[in-house]
């Protein structure tokens, strides 16, 4: 485990505008995807869960069908199939997940969020897009005065939230299974829970499972 120091964490907007323009090329396949799909959400999409919690968890930004379609962060794409079973299995979560915004689902003591808010296109944003959304993974970061545990998934969300509590990257290089330990939190590094790793086996259900049960039992003690 790596122990590194953390610097303060300063406010900012907790969410981008519906509309935001910080970010010109996101903000063109934001447009371009509402005259395709008006009927879908095509918008920053928002932290979700309770920020009294004490994990957060941080991907790495909306899918184009998943969370830009639906409002609601890993919600209506693989990716978010395997997490919610984990979360639910982890007691994390509460209820049946069925993929869409409305199934009742519940957050217990966990957020999660994205390094970047808005889908970019083929799911690649680039450094300055990162870099220009990072003030809000900061500000969520500082809402969360019981934070204890961030669980990164892949090495964007990883570098992203680094910079994001002030530390340099080479004091806490990225490998999955990885903890990292800024003051009172615990980073703990997982590859993304994306179709493409799971279908090549870069990262199976137990390797997910096997982070979520460390945080669990890190969390209990």
Not at 122 to 148: D, G, H, S, Y
Request: aromatic share 8%.
């Amino acid at each position: 485990m790596t122990t590194i120091s953390t610097t303060s964490l300063l406010p900012a907007s907790i969410e981008p505008d519906r509309n935001c323009p910080l970010c010109p090329r996101l903000a063109e396949f934001r447009a371009e995807a509402r005259t395709k799909q008006p009927g879908w959400f095509n918008s920053p999409v928002a932290s979700f869960g309770d920020a009294d919690a004490r994990l957060l968890i941080v991907g790495l930004a909306p899918g184009l069908q998943g969370a830009n379609r639906t409002g609601r962060p890993f919600t209506g794409d693989y990716a978010g199939d395997l997490l919610y079973a984990t979360l639910l299995e982890f007691g994390f979560a509460e209820g049946v997940y069925e993929a869409r915004p409305d199934d009742g689902l519940r957050l217990i003591d966990c957020r999660i969020s994205n390094a970047v808010r808005c889908v970019p296109p083929q799911n690649k944003p680039l450094p300055i897009e990162i870099n220009t959304c990072r003030k809000f993974l900061v500000a969520t970061i500082a809402t969360m005065p019981r934070l204890r545990a961030i669980v990164l998934l892949g090495r964007i969300a990883h570098e992203s939230t680094v910079k994001a509590l002030g530390l340099r990257n080479a004091t806490a290089p990225f490998t999955h299974g990885a903890v990292h330990k800024a003051g009172n939190i615990r980073l703990y590094d997982s590859y993304h829970c994306s179709r493409y790793n799971t279908n090549t086996g870069v990262l199976t259900p137990k390797m997910f499972r096997d982070v979520f049960a460390q945080v669990r039992a890190d969390l209990d003690r």
